[in-house]
């Protein structure tokens, strides 16, 4: 584990140095015999033009990892207070016990399915259940130091990479969904903004973060009073502004108005504003030059 946190951190802070990556403004390209990467190609949309060189794709994963859980391992399994799920993994992939219906998108089971589509290796027993197995955060804390959460954090934690090019391979598939469920009026602009957002390394990982973090927009369950706050609200409601890090900071003033939204109009009884900090502060590093 000592080995695996020295080179993760050897890997950002190569990346963070090298002035080649800084100037580099490619971005992501699924694996091709994968149903996002087919569904991209399929349709025809000019996504971020080439893969991303490994020190920058461990920098994201890096990233994500510090902005769902600080970048440590006891993050990797996680319960909110007052929420009926666990997160898991360095994304906070959600993942419902038997029987809980909720208005979120389940992400750990299309995790564990694109992991053993790529033949992830010793994939622990219990991440492969087809409903958590925890009925309630108070089970899964007291099981927090047993042998199968112990196990999935230590797999998840060998895994990061793996973690990393499903969240890319997401975000790649976000933008045919959003054009096919935006209404037709917002389509040019959606496309205009992403296009602008992507023209940068640090627009590029924030397209990537944000589904990942709140999703693409287009399950009409994620929505408060009719009113959502994945990709493709945060989309519509930027401004017009020019390619590079214009794009990049509207981008992230745009998801914090959208989010703000989100808690004004939240159930009271959940109390979505003690997130608004660290929400903003999250969106705060896609404005800020990778």
């Given at each position: 584990?000592q080995?695996?946190?020295?080179?993760?951190?050897?890997?950002?802070?190569?990346?963070?140095?090298?002035?080649?990556?800084?100037?580099?403004?490619?971005?992501?390209?699924?694996?091709?015999?994968?149903?996002?990467?087919?569904?991209?190609?399929?349709?025809?949309?000019p996504?971020?033009?080439?893969s991303?060189?490994g020190?920058?794709?461990?920098?994201?994963?890096?990233?994500?990892?510090?902005?769902?859980s600080?970048g440590?391992?006891?993050?990797?399994?996680h319960?909110?207070?007052?929420?009926?799920?666990?997160?898991?993994?360095?994304?906070?992939?959600?993942?419902?016990p038997?029987?809980?219906?909720?208005?979120?998108?389940e992400?750990?089971?299309?995790?564990?399915r694109?992991?053993?589509?790529?033949?992830?290796?010793?994939?622990?027993?219990?991440?492969?259940?087809?409903?958590?197995?925890?009925?309630?955060?108070?089970e899964?804390l007291?099981?927090?130091n047993?042998?199968?959460?112990?196990?999935?954090?230590?797999?998840?934690?060998?895994a990061?990479?793996?973690?990393?090019?499903?969240?890319?391979?997401?975000?790649?598939a976000?933008l045919?969904?959003i054009?096919?469920?935006?209404?037709?009026?917002?389509?040019?602009?959606?496309?205009?903004?992403?296009?602008?957002?992507?023209?940068?390394?640090?627009?590029?990982?924030?397209?990537?973060?944000?589904?990942?973090?709140?999703?693409?927009?287009?399950?009409?369950?994620?929505?408060?009073?009719?009113?959502g706050?994945?990709?493709?609200?945060?989309?519509?409601?930027?401004?017009?502004?020019?390619?590079?890090?214009?794009?990049?900071?509207?981008?992230?003033?745009a998801?914090?108005?959208?989010?703000?939204?989100?808690?004004?109009?939240?159930?009271?009884?959940?109390?979505?504003?003690?997130?608004?900090?660290?929400?903003?502060?999250?969106?705060?590093?896609?404005?800020?030059?990778?």
């Amino acid at each position: 584990m000592q080995d695996l946190r020295i080179f993760l951190a050897l890997a950002l802070l190569l990346g963070s140095c090298s002035p080649g990556n800084r100037a580099d403004e490619t971005s992501i390209r699924p694996p091709a015999n994968s149903t996002a990467a087919s569904q991209v190609q399929n349709q025809g949309f000019p996504m971020q033009n080439a893969s991303l060189a490994g020190n920058q794709r461990a920098r994201i994963g890096m990233k994500i990892w510090k902005n769902e859980s600080g970048g440590k391992v006891t993050g990797l399994t996680h319960w909110n207070i007052g929420e009926e799920f666990p997160s898991l993994g360095i994304g906070h992939f959600i993942w419902y016990p038997r029987g809980f219906d909720g208005r979120w998108t389940e992400t750990w089971p299309e995790f564990i399915r694109f992991a053993r589509e790529r033949r992830a290796p010793n994939l622990p027993a219990v991440a492969l259940l087809p409903d958590c197995p925890w009925s309630s955060r108070e089970e899964f804390l007291q099981e927090f130091n047993g042998p199968s959460l112990s196990g999935l954090r230590r797999w998840l934690a060998t895994a990061v990479e793996l973690q990393t090019d499903f969240i890319m391979t997401k975000s790649r598939a976000a933008l045919p969904r959003i054009m096919n469920a935006a209404p037709v009026a917002h389509r040019a602009h959606i496309k205009d903004c992403y296009d602008k957002v992507a023209s940068t390394a640090n627009g590029t990982y924030a397209l990537i973060d944000y589904v990942n973090f709140k999703g693409d927009g287009t399950n009409p369950r994620e929505r408060y009073k009719e009113q959502g706050w994945g990709l493709m609200w945060v989309l519509m409601e930027m401004q017009s502004v020019a390619r590079g890090q214009s794009a990049a900071r509207e981008f992230a003033a745009a998801a914090k108005r959208c989010l703000d939204r989100r808690v004004q109009n939240s159930p009271p009884d959940r109390g979505e504003k003690r997130w608004t900090a660290g929400w903003h502060n999250r969106c705060n590093t896609y404005a800020a030059p990778f």
